[in-house]
């Protein structure tokens, strides 16, 4: 949603169908089904590869996919912490060096970049609540937390509405 509000001609990449139909609701151009053969279909879609490559999904195969996508002179952003067996992905070095590429690391928006994303908002270009895929209360929260480690059934991120006590 970003992306496509400032000028960028996006590409989504899933392995979940209703994630890659929000993605085009959103204003993705292409979808791309996660699988063995993404990474081809994203370089053909680019015409030679994305100029950037967004994973945040921290699994080794969507870093590794996500670099490999990449054209000369790409940049790569992971979003948050691979963790566990995913902590050190083993990136395509050769790849990297040969075509020229940057990796950055993200935890999130510098605040000072704040006003400009909130004036996107403002603006409309940027619509937050189109990202809700479900509203649950605290009590199916544990649920919701233990389903995370499973593929999604779903799209849209789900918000926990605090129930008020007795």
């Given at each position: 949603m970003i992306a496509t509000a400032l000028g960028a001609r996006v590409v989504a990449v899933?392995?979940?169908?209703?994630?890659?139909?929000?993605?085009?609701?959103l204003g993705a151009e292409v979808l791309v089904e996660g699988g063995p053969d993404a990474?081809?279909?994203?370089?053909?879609?680019?015409?030679?590869?994305?100029?950037?490559?967004?994973?945040?999904v921290g699994s080794t195969d969507t870093a590794v996919a996500?670099?490999?996508?990449?054209?000369?002179?790409?940049?790569?952003?992971?979003?948050?912490?691979?963790?566990?067996?995913?902590?050190?992905?083993?990136?395509?070095?050769?790849m990297l060096v040969a075509k020229e590429l940057e990796i950055h690391g993200s935890h999130g928006m510098a605040a000072r970049d704040y006003p400009a994303m909130l004036d996107l908002v403002a603006s409309g270009a940027v619509r937050p609540g189109r990202l809700v895929g479900s509203v649950i209360g605290l009590g199916d929260a544990g649920?919701?937390?233990?389903?995370?480690?499973?593929?999604?059934?779903?799209?849209?991120?789900?918000i926990v509405r605090l129930e008020p006590g007795p």
């Amino acid at each position: 949603m970003i992306a496509t509000a400032l000028g960028a001609r996006v590409v989504a990449v899933d392995v979940s169908g209703p994630a890659l139909q929000l993605a085009a609701e959103l204003g993705a151009e292409v979808l791309v089904e996660g699988g063995p053969d993404a990474v081809r279909r994203v370089v053909d879609a680019t015409g030679g590869g994305a100029h950037v490559s967004l994973d945040a999904v921290g699994s080794t195969d969507t870093a590794v996919a996500a670099v490999s996508s990449l054209r000369p002179r790409g940049r790569h952003v992971q979003v948050g912490l691979l963790l566990g067996e995913h902590a050190t992905p083993p990136l395509p070095m050769g790849m990297l060096v040969a075509k020229e590429l940057e990796i950055h690391g993200s935890h999130g928006m510098a605040a000072r970049d704040y006003p400009a994303m909130l004036d996107l908002v403002a603006s409309g270009a940027v619509r937050p609540g189109r990202l809700v895929g479900s509203v649950i209360g605290l009590g199916d929260a544990g649920a919701a937390l233990a389903a995370m480690s499973r593929p999604a059934t779903t799209a849209g991120v789900t918000i926990v509405r605090l129930e008020p006590g007795p």
